[in-house]
């Protein structure tokens, strides 16, 4: 029996503490955010969950509220990681966090590390703290939880998380693997202006910035929103463009190439759905620059003030509900992973596709959307890994992608129970057409 905190109860941390309330292998659940109203809202609808405030900006706050826990889930903003990763070694207790960082550059610029590892060449200088932050958790952080015995694991939310245990999955099937697309679809349209189903900030930020690839074994920096690649698998009823978008997927399987992907050269993340169709219109208009700039006399940031005009997404039933009694335009979308490589010395091309519950049928089976679905319960999924022992005797800091194939087949066990399936079709390369 483990005790468990959530914190961040947000769409995803609150989706995933649902969870984790019924789960019979959690004995106490702490739920904690800086917002008593989120606090209290959900600790009234669970059955074994304490509620507590926290205020992430400090790290105390934090210790407080995790003694005792076996796990440390982070939903929180990017901007916290750091602090609740020290927070867990304090408490000595497992760490998952539905993202990786972009904070922890600076400790790595001040390590004695950072000579070893040179910064990839022509970074811009936000992805080139991604790509230090990254180096951090790894090279700093594993280390330090492996000292207590305790294990990391990022990149735990539906994307990064289960496409990257789906692309590990692929791996199954080639001897070697040459490039990875992942491509990601979020079909959800509704009659009103809602073009964000998770957060609008993150989502807009990661659609401001370069997109990042692995090309010839080299991480790059491409066009946002570049590149189209046209895909129409047999359940889509037409074509669907995907583009280039900043994710952490790139930079996930370019550290772990030899170890986990079979001597992976090529990957990228190409995305679709609502919120790309209305970025992508901004981006060349300069409305996604967060450079200051005047207008009629006034000093204004493009991209703030486009935001405080988007509508946060939909998180209590009620506003779900109200969306769905006004109907929805759209209730679609794909997560696919196509992974090309050889096998016996032939060409293979390993399509594994994702299948979840829409819209509609999210909210019939949880009280909740798609994305709320698909990303919290992905985070739960591995939150029953950990409660289950299915980690025991790992120590350190991995990433989602660096799964065991033991481990993938029960995260999609585990998976399937909540309508979450992997559907792998093995085809000739030559079967695909852009």
């Not at 609008?200 to 690839?213: E, K, L, R, Y």
């Amino acid at each position: 029996m483990k005790k468990v905190l959530v914190l961040g109860l947000g769409a995803q941390g609150s989706a995933a503490a649902k969870k984790l309330d019924k789960d019979p292998a959690v004995s106490e659940l702490v739920v904690a955010d800086y917002d008593m109203k989120a606090v209290n809202a959900l600790v009234e609808e669970l059955d074994k969950a304490k509620g507590v405030q926290v205020d992430a900006f400090d790290i105390n706050s934090i210790i407080a509220a995790a003694e005792g826990c076996d796990l440390i889930l982070n939903a929180l903003a990017l901007t916290f990681n750091p602090k609740v990763l020290d927070a867990a070694l304090a408490v000595k207790a497992n760490y998952q966090d539905y993202n990786g960082t972009d904070k922890l550059y600076e400790m790595w610029d001040e390590s004695e590390l950072s000579k070893e590892y040179p910064v990839p060449e022509g970074l811009s200088l936000e992805n080139e703290r991604w790509w230090k932050s990254f180096m951090a958790m790894y090279k700093i952080y594993g280390p330090k939880f492996k000292e207590i015995g305790k294990l990391a694991l990022f990149g735990t939310g539906s994307a990064p998380g289960l496409i990257c245990a789906a692309s590990k999955y692929t791996m199954r099937y080639l001897d070697t693997c040459d490039t990875i697309y992942n491509f990601v679809w979020e079909g959800a349209y509704a009659k009103r202006f809602q073009p964000f189903w998770w957060s609008p900030i993150t989502a807009m930020t990661d659609m401001a910035d370069d997109a990042v690839a692995l090309e010839d074994g080299k991480i790059i920096e491409t066009e946002p929103f570049g590149r189209p690649v046209k895909r129409q698998y047999d359940y889509m009823d037409e074509p669907v463009i995907f583009r280039e978008h900043c994710h952490d997927e790139p930079f996930q399987y370019a550290f772990n190439t030899e170890t986990d992907f079979k001597g992976l050269k090529n990957s990228y993340f190409k995305y679709a759905g609502a919120g790309m169709d209305f970025a992508s219109q901004l981006y060349p208009a300069g409305l996604l620059s967060r450079e200051e700039e005047e207008f009629n006399g006034q000093k204004i940031v493009p991209f703030e003030f486009i935001m405080s005009h988007i509508p946060p997404a939909p998180h209590y039933k009620e506003e779900i509900q109200e969306i769905l009694d006004e109907g929805l335009a759209l209730d679609a979308g794909c997560m696919v992973i196509e992974s090309y490589g050889k096998k016996d010395g032939k060409d293979v091309l390993v399509e594994a596709h994702v299948f979840a519950p829409g819209v509609k049928e999210s909210f019939d089976l949880a009280g909740i959307t798609a994305e709320m679905y698909l990303t919290g319960q992905s985070g739960y999924l591995f939150s029953k890994m950990f409660i289950n022992n299915q980690f025991e005797g790992m120590s350190g800091l991995i990433s989602s992608d660096m799964l065991t194939q033991e481990q993938c087949d029960k995260f999609f066990e585990y998976a399937a129970e909540l309508q979450i399936t992997l559907d792998v079709k093995i085809k000739d390369p030559s079967e695909v057409c852009d």
